[in-house]
């Protein structure tokens, strides 16, 4: 494990002679109050559906591309463990970063090219993050197993040490998964481990925990401080039993493996390790009622899982070529840049040639200031938009420059709480104005075009009955003769209507592509709808390596600060799609007088 990496800080013995570390006793301690109260949401949204700005081409209707199985069926590998860190262990090396997941069809001819940032799979896995050492350990010879069939979450361990185990699993060194402060001893904390149930909780004192598990002790405070906001900005104080439950670890939930409480601790710890994989910042779940809620199931990942279709889609596009191979005389661009290497920045020139973006243009080409901050002035939700990060083009540190930052991956911590109208997002620190949230990630997929009979353009089959090999660049007669890659799947379309409720697109890119994040998605899914957000969708150009094939992206940037306890909230809709009365009355604010599709 490298010296750097986040779980290196969680580590503590359990063993030897330090009187301050002992085994949790059964002891009959009543929990401590907490002084504080809550903020109920007040942006919400039932619905989530695609961010158009354009409308689809006349004679043109849209429809969902065939099922994938194994998109609806995700099994978890335990045994994958990826270690993109550097041989020396200092930093993350850029060229093992993940940029996509490629699903290929059940039935495919197609030999997609992958390297380290584009994996092509035939079957979607969930997985743990790289290190989790003890979660694989516990996963293969743990005692204990999950049976409630509800609590069964793709990418959380099923099984788990527990206190039977001591003797038999017992190591000198385990990682620190989670800290709570101690409901009657001030300066000490229970530490539960990763790998292992709650009846195995130990004792530490403030400084043991500070010196052996300092990253757990800051997550801690970050943790403690959103739900202090939280709950005094509802001034109700009908939450204080349901934080302390949360801070001090309340003793109904103790002894109760399998409790929903603790589910939520899986979710807040092996999702934030997968963040921590990529530099974003840690994630935390909370079900603030007495009878807690069932938590959300759904894959998470860091990276859009796309569909073979989306994929092929994506390769044939202009924007997909390099720069030297975009063809066109560019234009007067701005001469802005917040690249490190000006002198070298190609990204405002590929924006006029591949989108034809400029900064005052018909399409906004967005800018980060020199802080790395978008920058938003003017700002108009109906405006066609696009941000264009650098490349190794550029010549520029993927680390360091400040016009690499959805790359970078530097979000901020997020909560997740569930309230009256279901899951919503939270800031759990402090927000900037024109600052970088979190990515919006999820399953990509092609909208299916059908046009009318005497529209229909036919398509120049290719030979199907061997297999074709598919670089990262399509071919100009692999892009004249490519088949309609809806014809690859066997499966037949879903009769009923589909559902939106987690899908956002592209109305600048490619309005046929969608990610939807209903069963595979990260923390951006349970942004909430409302008609004045303080945050933004943004289209993003995005790729490290210009060898690698252009995967589209969708950000979310802060546009205005946001404070701790805020609920972080998006527009979905457009004024003239939300006059429908026969939609869902929107809750956003008082007396909204708008209806959500």
Same mark, same amino acid.
């Given at each position: 494990m490298s010296a750097n990496h986040? *779980?290196?800080? *969680? $580590?503590? /013995?359990?063993?030897? /002679? +330090? /009187? *301050?570390?002992?085994?949790?006793g059964l002891q009959n301690t009543p929990p401590v109050q907490a002084t504080s109260s809550s903020t109920n949401q007040a942006s919400t949204s039932q619905k989530r559906t695609r961010n158009d700005v354009t409308t689809p081409v006349t004679g043109v209707t849209w429809s969902l591309s065939d099922t994938i199985p194994s998109l609806r069926n995700i099994k978890t590998n335990f045994k994958d463990n990826v270690n993109i860190w550097k041989t020396d262990g200092t930093s993350i090396d850029p060229k093992k970063v993940p940029s996509a997941i490629v699903v290929q069809a059940v039935v495919s001819t197609l030999k997609l090219k992958s390297n380290d940032r584009i994996q092509?799979?035939?079957k979607y896995e969930a997985r743990l993050a790289s290190g989790c050492y003890e979660a694989r350990r516990a996963q293969e010879n743990g005692s204990w197993k999950q049976e409630k069939e509800e609590l069964l979450i793709p990418g959380l361990p099923s099984k788990k040490f527990s206190g039977s185990d001591e003797n038999s699993q017992n190591q000198s060194e385990n990682i620190?998964? +989670?800290?709570?402060?101690h409901n009657s001893m001030p300066g000490s904390f229970y530490v539960l481990w990763e790998g292992w149930t709650s009846d195995f909780l130990y004792e530490l004192s403030h400084v043991d925990v500070q010196q052996s598990a300092s990253e757990a002790v800051r997550l801690a405070k970050i943790r403690d401080a959103f739900l202090d906001a939280f709950n005094a900005a509802n001034g109700t104080g009908e939450l204080d039993e349901f934080v302390a439950r949360e801070k001090f670890l309340d003793w109904s939930v103790r002894m109760e493996l399998n409790h929903y409480f603790w589910t939520f601790k899986d979710l807040s710890y092996f999702h934030s390790q997968l963040? #921590? +994989?990529l530099r974003k910042g840690p994630i935390f779940y909370f079900s603030l009622a007495k009878d807690m809620q069932n938590p959300p199931n759904f894959t998470y990942t860091n990276v859009n899982v796309v569909r073979e279709d989306a994929y092929i889609r994506c390769l044939g596009r202009l924007a997909n070529q390099s720069f030297s191979e975009l063809r066109g005389v560019v234009g007067p661009v701005s001469s802005w840049t917040a690249c490190s290497r000006p002198q070298h920045c190609k990204c405002n020139q590929r924006a006029l040639l591949a989108y034809g973006a400029t900064v005052g243009g018909r399409v906004r080409l967005l800018q980060y200031n020199s802080e790395g901050l978008l920058q938003l002035e003017n700002y108009d939700f109906d405006d066609a938009r696009i941000l264009v990060e650098c490349s190794n083009t550029c010549q520029c540190s993927p680390e360091t420059c400040h016009r690499r930052v959805v790359q970078q991956g530097k979000a901020v911590a997020i909560a997740v709480v569930n309230g009256s109208i279901g899951y919503g997002g939270y800031a759990a620190e402090p927000i900037k104005k024109g600052q970088y949230i979190v990515e919006y990630v999820g399953e990509m997929y092609l909208l299916k075009e059908r046009r009318a009979k005497e529209n229909v353009a036919p398509f120049k089959k290719m030979n199907t009955q061997s297999q074709t090999n598919i670089d990262f660049r399509l071919t100009e007669t692999q892009r004249d003769e490519m088949p309609d890659v809806h014809e690859l799947y066997i499966n037949k379309p879903a009769k009923s209507k589909r559902g939106t409720s987690y899908e956002a697109g592209f109305s600048v890119i490619d309005e046929? $592509?969608? $990610?939807c994040a209903s069963k595979v998605g990260n923390v951006g899914r349970f942004l909430n709808h409302s008609c004045d957000p303080n945050a933004t969708f943004v289209e993003v150009h995005s790729r490290c390596f210009e060898s690698d094939p252009l995967i589209p992206k969708i950000a979310?940037? #802060?546009?205005? +600060?946001i404070a701790v306890g805020e609920a972080i909230t998006v527009r979905y809709y457009s004024d003239g799609q939300m006059t429908d009365k026969r939609g869902i009355k929107c809750g956003c604010r008082d007396n909204c007088p708008n209806y959500l599709p």
């Open positions: 986040p *779980n290196q800080q *969680n $580590i503590a /013995s359990r063993q030897g /002679s +330090d /009187s *301050n570390l002992r085994a949790r092509v799979v035939e620190v998964q +989670d800290v709570f402060m963040h #921590a +994989d046929r $592509i969608v $990610i979310v940037f #802060a546009l205005r +600060d």
